[in-house]
């Protein structure tokens, strides 16, 4: 039995081809995320980066790429600082949508929780 994402893959798969034009694999749309990310921020602030989630967008029309990573924390309550359980960083995540047909970039953003 295919799960969901699979096949919307292969129906988005199969109307690019009907219309002629070529669809880029997920593989493809996380390395392009990935490359973006690592354009747009300080190395120094991506510790840890992580590949969360991949997803074909409801409309087929995008990759929907998130990454965690850490950050350091640069500002904690000073009653954890004083009792030394402020963490180092935290957790943020950012979400690529990536078009299917060019590649593009289209968007990056904080995902809903």
Same mark, same amino acid.
């Given at each position: 039995m295919?799960?969901?994402t699979d096949t919307a893959r292969t129906m988005a798969c199969?109307?690019?081809r009907t219309?002629?034009?070529e669809m880029i694999k997920a593989k493809e749309a996380v390395q392009?995320? %990935?490359d973006?990310?690592?354009e747009w921020f300080n190395e120094d602030e991506l510790q840890a980066l992580e590949l969360k989630e991949v997803e074909l967008s409801e409309d087929e029309r995008l990759w929907l790429i998130t990454f965690s990573y850490s950050v350091k %924390?640069?500002?904690s309550v000073a009653s954890e600082i004083m009792s030394g359980t402020a963490?180092?960083?935290?957790?943020?995540s950012k979400m690529f949508a990536i078009d299917v047909e060019s590649g593009e970039v289209r968007s990056m953003k904080q995902p809903k929780r």
């Open positions: 295919q799960r969901k199969n109307t690019c219309i002629g034009l392009i995320a %990935r973006q990310i690592l %924390r640069t500002n963490p180092d960083s935290v957790r943020t």
